[in-house]
Nanobody, 126 residues
Framework: QVQLVESGGGSVQDGGSLRLSCASSERAFSIYRMAWFRQAPGKEREFVATIGWTSGYTYYTDSVEGRFTISRDNVKNTMYLQMNSLKPEDTAVYFC???????????????????WGQGTQVTVSS
């Protein structure tokens, strides 16, 4: 059972930066892909970015492309999300997720991911 713990959330001004971390509780040999999702108040959870655990292949939703960078440290079993040029519309609870192996479900679909963190709040004020 993979357990994920996010950290690094907080409150920043418009244009500020934050770095989120997602630590796995154990060496997860079965993980194929990890991702970040977010959920704003009153809205559905949405895809933000994804990274292949071995390949390092990344993909971003259009609204964060060029501002956010997803990365991972395989030795530390930790995934990161560097968020720059933050906007008020980025305000949300951010969740990290991991799958349990290869899947035909698209990388952007939350149904692909079997393991989830508890979420960390990011608030961007104007």
């Amino acid at each position: 059972q993979v357990q994920l713990v996010e950290s690094g959330g907080g409150s920043v001004q418009d244009g500020g930066s934050l770095r989120l971390s997602c630590a796995s509780s154990e060496r997860a040999f079965s993980i194929y892909r990890m991702a970040w999702f977010r959920q704003a108040p009153g809205k559905e959870r949405e895809f933000v970015a994804t990274i292949g655990w071995t390949s390092g292949y990344t993909y971003y939703t259009d609204s964060v492309e060029g501002r956010f960078t997803i990365s991972r440290d395989n030795v530390k079993n930790t995934m990161y999300l560097q968020m720059n040029s933050l906007k008020p519309e980025d305000t949300a609870v951010y969740f990290c997720a991991a799958d349990s192996g290869e899947s035909r479900i698209p990388n952007t679909d939350e149904r692909r991911y079997a393991y989830w963190g508890q979420g960390t709040q990011v608030t961007v004020s104007s």
